[in-house]
């Protein structure tokens, strides 16, 4: 007797339950819309219903995003989404909370915010748009953008050392850190899903296209037609090979990391560790055209989170003083009449 192989259930939630029905309107060609979809599709898995989750944004073409999410969002101030954020979650610790933002919004003014948010722990996921320009405003350059970009901004280039986004996020202390990119469908959902399930500050950089004001910045290495020969994959506790055939990989050179043949060096071959920080941040150093450049997980750690340690010791305050009444509190004994 033969017994029928059981139906999978359907999934709970659809990409479409995710969309709030407003009309998406960023330019032709904008790799926000492949995030806008990678995100709606990753969240459509996970089975948790829309009115879980929150987006937070700041001020940019990035943070037109709440707006196309059917789920609650802000859309705040310059700068600010983060600390809105930590206040989303302070008075709603069970809200998945995500914020979306871009790198002149998070690196620039925002950049404090940032740096207490990673430290802290809090636990909400970070997606930082990257496309080395100030879009919404007109393309003037962005604390990422290249030395030597010329724009409306720098008519004869700009002179700032720019920012490394990863190398910022590693330095605070972040638990989680990562790169994709918006042209890699596959790639994106896989990271953002493994962000999704972190417990802490997930900080994902996506190197995203601006076709009118940056088109193609990173195009020389992430476009579809080289990647093979210009990303490094990372694959926690798999050697860091690739090339189309992974005829190359990446080793130690003293204190740093260079490139080398795969054959030729063997065992020598690191070995990908996503909890060994010095490693992450000596990746962070590979740049194109003279080494490939990383996406993937650089850094995947557990440490207690400021949502969950604020969560206990207000637990502990209301065992040691009782429920807390605010009526009594205003009503103290320390008060005065002004006439």
Request: charged share 20%; glycine share 10%; net charge neutral.
């Amino acid at each position: 007797m033969s017994t029928a192989a059981p139906v999978p259930a359907a999934p709970a939630f659809k990409p479409t339950d995710f969309h709030s029905g407003n009309i998406v309107r960023w330019c032709p060609g904008c790799g926000d819309y492949a995030i806008l979809n990678a995100v709606q599709g990753v969240l459509a898995a996970r089975g948790k219903a829309p009115h879980e989750y929150t987006f937070v944004s700041g001020i940019g073409c990035s943070s037109r995003f709440p707006l196309y999410m059917g789920t609650y969002g802000f859309h705040t101030i310059h700068g600010r989404a983060l600390a809105v954020a930590t206040g989303v979650k302070a008075a709603n610790p069970k809200q998945e909370v995500w914020v979306v933002t871009g790198d002149g919004d998070c690196l620039s003014i925002g950049g404090n915010h940032l740096l207490h948010a990673l430290r802290r722990n809090q636990d909400f996921k970070v997606l930082l748009f990257n496309n080395e320009i100030y879009g919404l405003t007109k393309g003037q350059f962005s604390p990422t953008s290249r030395l030597g970009l010329v724009n409306k901004s720098a008519p004869y280039g700009t002179i700032d050392e720019p920012l490394n986004p990863l190398r910022v996020a590693l330095a605070a202390g972040a638990s989680f850190v990562a790169r994709t990119s918006d042209n890699d469908m596959a790639h994106m959902k896989s990271i953002l899903e493994r962000a999704a399930n972190h417990k802490g500050t997930a900080f994902v950089e996506i190197m995203q296209n601006c076709v009118i004001f940056n088109d193609k910045v990173f195009e020389e290495y992430y476009g579809v037609k080289t990647r093979k020969d210009t990303l490094l994959y990372l694959h926690d506790g798999e050697p860091m090979l690739y090339g189309k055939a992974t005829e190359r990989g990446i080793v130690h050179d003293g204190g740093n990391l260079a490139t080398a043949e795969a054959t030729a060096a063997g065992d020598k071959v690191i070995k990908h560790d996503e909890k060994d920080e010095n490693l992450a941040y000596l990746l962070t150093s590979l740049q194109h055209p003279e080494a490939p450049v990383p996406v993937g997980v650089f850094k995947c750690v557990e440490r207690p989170t400021y949502d969950s340690m604020m969560t206990a010791q207000v637990a502990k305050a209301r065992e040691l003083n009782g429920e807390p009444n605010l009526e009594k509190l205003v009503r103290g004994p320390k008060t005065w009449t002004v006439e």
